[in-house]
């Protein structure tokens, strides 16, 4: 049984997107807390309901980021996780923080990156004419958006997109491939080995010579 803490900001439509696939698919996990760094986040009712722990740490009672995730550390390491789910979390996290969970923390962007780093990736594609867009899931290193990538899904970008119908398209991607890289690590099928991220496959038979 392995064990994870979800990190969210607001809706938390990934942290349930993967909460429900541990269940129906009755992974081999406990998610044992979700945390976000901010009280109002509407996916912490979500947790709540699932008999999860949903903890607040917020980061306006900290002056500064390393005092902050200081006090995230302790909170998630309460748990001592296998892995770390980054689902929405909206705190650029000091290198120091990053380095405690080298190879057990994943993220998920909206695009595909490189491309569309930071906030507003919709926007940025819309603005860039990208024909395709995506979203990714990767680990997290002190580089913001740029850490190993695990797996990544396309959508097509549609000649009358707004950013809502684009983000609608891509967060349901989202809602599929979350799942499954989370499901990969906690299966032990995911790792990252010399700053690759690696997944293993069923072994195949390879033909008699
Ligand atoms: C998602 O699009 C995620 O990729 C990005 O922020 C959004 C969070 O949505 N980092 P939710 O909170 O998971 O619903």
Redesign the pocket.
């Known amino acids: 049984m392995r064990t994870i803490v979800i990190l ?8 349930q997107a993967i909460i429900q696939a541990a269940q129906n698919e009755k992974w081999p996990v406990k998610i044992a807390a979700v945390i976000s760094n901010r009280a109002d986040a509407s ?1 912490l009712h979500h947790a709540t309901a699932q008999g999860i722990p949903a903890i607040v740490v917020p980061h306006k009672d900290y002056t500064t980021r390393e005092a902050f995730d200081a006090a995230l550390q302790s909170r998630i390491d309460e748990f001592a996780p296998d892995l770390v789910v980054l ?2 979390f ?1 705190r650029v996290l000091t290198a120091r923080f990053v380095a405690q969970y080298a190879g057990r923390m994943l ?4 695009s595909l990156l490189p491309s569309f780093i930071g906030l507003a990736t919709h926007r940025q594609a819309l603005a860039a004419g990208v024909k395709i867009h995506g ?1 990714t899931v990767h680990f997290v290193t002190a580089d913001l958006d740029h850490g190993p990538i695990v797996a990544q899904a396309t959508v097509p970008v549609l000649p009358d997109d707004t950013e809502e119908t684009l ?1 609608a398209r ?2 349901e991607q ?1 809602h599929l491939i979350y799942p499954q890289a989370v499901r990969s690590f906690i299966e032990g099928r995911l790792s990252l080995i010399d700053g690759i991220a690696c997944i293993a496959i069923d072994k195949v038979e390879l033909p008699v010579q």
Do not use: K
Not at 8 to 15: A, D, F
Not at 107 to 110: A, L, V, Y
């Open positions: 969210i900001s607001g809706r938390g439509s990934n942290m996916g689902a929405g909206m993220n998920i962007h909206p979203a983000a891509v967060l989202e």
